[in-house]
C-alpha cells in the first residue's frame, strides 16, 4: 500500500484483532488502485499535484479509499440489490475534484488544482466559521463560488489564464487566512 496502513485501516473500520491483516492489505492494495484508475493518475502525479509537506495524498482520497476497504470488508460477497450502493455518492464527491479528463491537457489538471485549493478554503472556513456570520464571510463564500464555478468551465486555459488563476487563488487564501485570524483575535 502506497498511502494506507493496516494500522489506519484498522482504525477507521473499528478491527480490534490481527488474524485478518492480510485481507485487509489486499483490499487496501485494490482500494488505491482502483482510485488511481478512477481519477486516471498515478501516486506520484497525486503527491506532486495534490500533495503538500505536511501531508502527500490529501485527505479525500484517503478517506474514500478507506471507505472502499470498510466496503470491502464488510460486504465480501458480489454486490446485489441490497448493497449496490454502498459507497456510492460519498465516494464520488471525494474522488471528482482530483480526476483527470479523458484527454485532459496539463492546462487542465493545473485549472483542477487551483478549483481544489479554493474549495480547501471553503472547507477550512466551514470548520472554523461554524456559526458565525457576518459580510466579509459571506464574500469569501461568495468569490470562492464564483471563481470555482466559472473556472470549471474552462477547458485546458492557456498559460495567461493560469496565471491569473494562480494569483486569484494566492489573494483568496491569503484573505481567509487574514479573517481567520481577525476572528481569532
Not at 468569490?143 to 487563488?169: E, N, S
Request: net charge negative; charged share 30%.
Amino acid at each position: 500500500m502506497k498511502w494506507l496502513t493496516i494500522e489506519y485501516i484498522k482504525l477507521h473500520s473499528r478491527i480490534d484483532y490481527d488474524c485478518e491483516d492480510a485481507v485487509l492489505e489486499l483490499y487496501g492494495n485494490s482500494a488505491e488502485q482502483t482510485i488511481m484508475e478512477l481519477i486516471r493518475r498515478d501516486y506520484d502525479d497525486i503527491v506532486e499535484n495534490f500533495g503538500t509537506d505536511k501531508q502527500p495524498i490529501p485527505a479525500d482520497l484517503i478517506h474514500a479509499a478507506l471507505m472502499l476497504v470498510d466496503a470491502s470488508y464488510q460486504y465480501r460477497t458480489p454486490v446485489s440489490s441490497q448493497n449496490i450502493y454502498i459507497v456510492g455518492y460519498a465516494f464520488d464527491m471525494k474522488i471528482k475534484p482530483y480526476m483527470r479528463l479523458a484527454g485532459g491537457s496539463v492546462g487542465d489538471d493545473m485549472r483542477n488544482k487551483y478549483v481544489y485549493r479554493l474549495l480547501q478554503q471553503k472547507q477550512l472556513l466551514d470548520y472554523k466559521c461554524e456559526g458565525v456570520e457576518d459580510d466579509t464571510l459571506t464574500g469569501l463564500y461568495s468569490q470562492i463560488d464564483t471563481y470555482t464555478k466559472k473556472w470549471m468551465k474552462i477547458k485546458d486555459p492557456g498559460a495567461q489564464i493560469l496565471a491569473d488563476m494562480k494569483a486569484q487563488t494566492e489573494r483568496i487564501e491569503h484573505e481567509v487566512e487574514e479573517y481567520l485570524n481577525h476572528i481569532n483575535a
